[in-house]
T-cell receptor, first 109, second 114 residues
Framework: AQRVTQPEKLLSVFKGAPVELKCNYS??????LFWYVQYSRQRLQLLLRHISRESIKGFTADLNKGETSFHLKKPFAQEEDSAMYYC???????????FGTGTKLQVIP | DTGVSQNPRHKITKRGQNVTFRCDPISEHNRLYWYRQTLGQGPEFLTY????????KSRLLSDRFSAERPKGSFSTLEIQRTEQGDSAMYLC????????????FGSGTRLTVV
């Protein structure tokens, strides 16, 4: 079975402070991991994929297989980063993606 | 092509009625997915189509739920004999034929069963 855990429902940080949104997963094989974001009144959209090792809007995420984690980080939070963030996992040759329960990021001006 | 389109945006129905939702994916995307999201939860997988074939189906999808994608283009999700527990946001997503691409989501259909 595959499971994604996001331990924080809400994370509040001041503008300019570093951000780390935690994601841990449970999966026995080699997973594909994603971060999705949903801004207020917008649809859910892909933020980044671990396989591409890219930085989007200043966010990065590194897959740590030893700790089974895929934390999302940004060195300096901006007000426009306020949104709901979901970590997601795909594995086992299936197309099903398992989502975490999400973390609401609130950037305080 | 303006992305993944879902209709209707909102649906209020009485318990016991049947409802049908439609999803139009991005035209180049051969993969289509249905998810359900309730308050405070992440999206939960319901089913997956590759072209017109329904290849994966969650155990969440009871026999009251049926999904089709008859010509490999748009898809419909039907819920028969709706129950209050069916109240949720139903999300459709599509993706191109590459395994490492993420999804493009629609805006969803919010179902309220009264």
């Amino acid at each position: 079975a595959q499971r994604v855990t996001q331990p924080e429902k809400l994370l509040s940080v001041f503008k300019g402070a570093p951000v780390e949104l935690k994601c841990n997963y449970s999966y026995s094989g080699s997973p594909e991991l994603f971060w999705y974001v949903q801004y207020s009144r917008q649809r859910l959209q892909l933020l980044l994929r671990h396989i591409s090792r890219e930085s989007i809007k200043g966010f990065t995420a590194d897959l740590n297989k030893g700790e089974t984690s895929f934390h999302l980080k940004k060195p300096f939070a901006q007000e426009e980063d306020s949104a709901m963030y979901y970590c997601a996992l795909k594995g086992g040759g299936y197309q099903k993606v398992t989502f975490g329960t999400g973390t609401k990021l609130q950037v305080i001006p | 092509d303006t992305g993944v389109s879902q209709n209707p945006r909102h649906k209020i129905t009485k318990r016991g009625q049947n409802v049908t939702f439609r999803c139009d994916p991005i035209s180049e995307h051969n993969r289509l997915y249905w998810y359900r999201q309730t308050l405070g939860q992440g999206p939960e997988f319901l089913t997956y189509f590759q072209n017109e074939a329904q290849l994966e189906k969650s155990r969440l999808l009871s026999d009251r739920f049926s999904a089709e994608r008859p010509k490999g283009s748009f898809s419909t999700l039907e819920i028969q004999r709706t129950e209050q527990g069916d109240s949720a946001m139903y999300l459709c997503a599509s993706s191109p034929p590459h395994t490492d691409y993420g999804y493009t989501f629609g805006s969803g259909t919010r179902l309220t069963v009264v």
